[in-house]
């Protein structure tokens, strides 16, 4: 993984947390146990770093809720 994929990484999940009111170590866990950090958050790093933080939340939001993780 690259530098840039990892602060992004880094960044969405916090951006999480934030939406969510939850710790960023709750999120890491959802995102890491969901799949969704090795199969959207990494794979698709390069459509997804260009757009804004709120529909990239709105995309893991909907990847986790496909996947019956609440947030």
């Not at 890491?28 to 959207?40: F, P, T, W």
Request: negative net charge; proline residues 3%; glycine residues 4%.
């Amino acid at each position: 993984m690259s530098k840039d994929t990892f602060e992004f990484i880094i960044y969405m999940l916090h951006a999480c947390a934030e939406k969510w009111s939850q710790f960023p170590s709750a999120v890491y866990k959802k995102l890491k146990d969901s799949g969704c950090i090795n199969q959207l958050l990494v794979p698709y790093y390069d459509i997804l770093h260009t757009q804004g933080t709120n529909y990239v939340v709105d995309d893991i939001e909907d990847f986790l809720s496909a996947r019956g993780v609440s947030v």
